[in-house]
């Protein structure tokens, strides 16, 4: 069995793709104010800032009971409108080697809006769960986002 994995998940959202781009790439301080579930806690510039590829990131998470931080150095994609979480520390390294999320947000020919959102990672023992709730907590998140901005 292997211990690397990619988990995906795709829906439609009904805000445009690129406000999530946006909110993602420079204004991600915002985000915890839009957590209708409580999924956000919190975030805060370690290094860098708002804006810049390659700035350091906490966050701070609550998901089924559990609340943790993630550090994460950020890449921004602007030709297909992804943002790529690269994990540095945090509470899933406590069992996962490698963690990287792929947030995309894309318009469809027929005018609606999809997110797609991966979860790469590899895990440190076979014993260990894949890290399905972590892709609801980026769900979570992304719908949460998407109530904001249809509310706005």
Do not use: C
């Amino acid at each position: 069995m292997s211990l690397q994995g990619k988990l995906e998940t795709e829906f439609e959202i009904t805000a445009p793709a690129d406000k999530f781009y946006n909110i993602f790439k420079s204004e991600a301080h915002h985000i915890p104010n839009t957590s209708q579930t409580g999924t956000i806690t919190g975030v805060a510039v370690h290094e860098g800032d708002w804006e810049t590829e390659g700035s350091i990131k906490i966050w701070s998470y609550s998901i089924e009971g559990e609340v943790g931080t993630f550090k994460e150095k950020v890449e921004h994609d602007d030709v297909n409108k992804a943002i790529i979480v690269n994990g540095l520390e945090g509470d899933v390294f406590k069992y996962y080697k490698t963690f990287k999320g792929i947030y995309q947000f894309n318009q469809k020919d027929d005018g609606s809006n999809i997110a797609k959102l991966t979860l790469e990672y590899e895990k440190l023992s076979e014993e260990v769960a894949v890290p399905d709730k972590y892709v609801r907590l980026m769900t979570n998140l992304v719908k949460d986002l998407d109530a904001h901005f249809v509310k706005a």
